[in-house]
DNA sequence: TCCTCCCTGTTC
DNA sequence: GAACAGGGAGGA
């Protein structure tokens, strides 16, 4: 079943899995889809090192993938018309917050918060639209060469996947003396996990987020990755359900919400042992955790 | 290594 | 009308 965009519209604070959904349930509606025109609403959503958004015109979208929170379009550009701004490879769209990437008829009128807007045709030329909403403006889209990608730090310094490590890369990456769960949001430390799943695995796993990020032994290391790919799995696959879910909610956006063991639950029962969760701040995050089940 | 800022809708 | 949500850049 191919999933409408409205149900995945929805997804809030996109993390590894958020994304990798949304990639997933893109790509069935924008593949081979030509790039015909492009309005950008808000020009400080490209990114700085972006070659204009026009270039983008004429690019056919190969193909819809995730590396960390980023979402790529790889582009076939044979066809690219607008050869005078440089020809891109790659669309990439960084969500932040609250960005939102979705496909509308097209007819659809842009929203209050929608910042960049594709003309796509389809292979059988049918036209639809790409829209980029982004409430709080954080999110940002790069149109891409490989040589723009050597020149970007932020993707130059990306840590591995999560899900690809072993136990010893993963002892390898929490050398450092910083809190352990401000080394797993570090990017440069693993790529792809934020406040949401940092909470849930250290909870899973037992350990205590304040922790010294290299005092964690053998066991423990073990124990934290095992956590972290399953945290992340159970999302990406509950992503599907609960998106469906979504369907029969009465407003209720928040489809992972009810699953979460402790992210959102500052003050309420863990559910493990029935003592009260706390709620902290660490590297300028909420941070929620069970005294006693975490050490 | 840690803190502040960006941005706006929601909650208190 | 203030506090809060937070990923990452940039400065202390």
Redesign the pocket.
């Known amino acids: 079943m191919i999933l409408q965009p409205v149900y995945w519209k929805f997804i809030a604070?996109?993390?590894l899995p958020e994304v990798e959904t949304v990639a997933r349930t893109l790509y069935p509606h924008v593949h081979n889809c030509l790039i015909q025109n492009v309005e950008v609403l808000?020009p400080?959503s490209v990114h700085?090192l972006s070659l204009p958004m026009q270039s983008l015109c004429g690019c056919k979208i190969a193909n819809v993938r995730r590396r960390?929170?980023?979402l790529i379009f790889d582009l076939d550009s044979e066809q690219s018309s607008k050869k005078e701004f440089g020809i891109p490879n790659y669309l990439i769209a960084?969500l932040?917050?609250?960005g939102r990437i979705f496909t509308q008829a097209a007819n659809t009128e842009q929203g209050?918060?929608t910042r960049c807007r594709f003309m796509l045709t389809k292979l059988n030329g049918e036209p639809i639209q790409l829209f980029f909403d982004d409430?709080?403006?954080?999110g940002q889209l790069l149109a891409a060469t490989p040589q723009i990608l050597e020149q970007?730090?932020?993707w130059q310094?990306l840590g591995p996947e999560p899900l690809e490590i072993d136990q010893a890369v993963l002892a390898s990456r929490l050398g450092?003396?910083?809190?352990l769960k401000?080394c797993l949001?570090?990017?440069k430390v693993l790529?792809g996990i934020?406040?949401?799943y940092?909470?849930e695995a250290l909870f899973q796993a037992g350990i205590d987020p304040a922790r010294e990020a290299c005092s964690l032994d053998k066991k423990e290391t073990g124990r934290l990755l095992k956590s972290i790919k399953d945290v992340l799995n159970r999302s990406i696959s509950q992503c599907g359900s609960s998106i469906r879910d979504y369907r029969d909610a009465d407003g209720n956006v928040g489809a992972f919400q009810n699953s979460f063991a402790v992210?959102?639950r500052?003050g309420k029962i863990c559910k493990k042992c029935g003592h009260i969760l706390h709620?902290i701040?660490i590297?300028?995050?909420?941070?929620v955790f069970c005294p006693v089940c975490q050490k």
């Open positions: 604070m996109p993390e808000r400080a700085p960390a929170k980023l960084h932040r917050m609250t209050k918060h409430v709080r403006a954080f970007w730090q932020f310094n450092s003396r910083r809190q401000t949001m570090d990017q790529a934020g406040n949401i940092a909470d992210y959102g500052g709620k701040r590297g300028g995050r909420a941070t």
